[in-house]
């Protein structure tokens, strides 16, 4: 079973930077489309973003020119790098894995889901 591992949540101060990362247990990434999801206390989970091997990355308006989407498939890992990060980008962030080609906005089509990875901005 496909496994997914989120790392480099933590605290920083807004308008600060931060770097997460999603580790995947497959032999071969690049079948997979891998999405960035978050979400906050009392809050409906939203996608942030999300990259695939064939449809290029894809970045909610939300966060649209603060975060970037990566892919190494050699090392089957996806990075979301944060930056000029809002108080209102604190959440949980899980990545989310489907077997495809290209990315999907909607939660309930990524069958395989990391733990998350808490993610605070706060003075």
């Known amino acids: 079973q496909l496994q997914l591992v989120e790392s480099g949540g933590g605290y920083v101060q807004p308008g600060g930077s931060l770097t997460l990362s999603c580790a995947a247990s497959?032999?071969?990434?690049?079948?997979?489309?891998i999405g960035w999801f978050r979400q906050a206390p009392g809050k409906e989970r939203e996608s942030i973003s999300c990259?695939?091997?064939?449809?290029?990355?894809v970045v909610a308006e939300s966060v649209k020119g603060r975060f970037t989407i990566s892919r190494d498939n050699n090392q089957k890992t996806v990075t979301l790098h944060m930056s000029r990060m809002k108080p209102e980008d604190t959440a949980v962030y899980y990545c989310?894995?489907?077997?495809?080609?290209?990315?999907?906005?909607?939660?309930?089509?990524?069958?395989?889901w990391g733990r998350g990875t808490q993610v605070t901005v706060s003075s």
């Open positions: 989310a894995s489907r077997i495809n080609y290209y990315c999907s906005a909607f939660a309930d089509e990524f069958p395989d």
């Open positions: 990259i695939s091997s064939r449809g290029g990355p």
């Open positions: 497959v032999p071969d990434l690049d079948p997979y489309a």
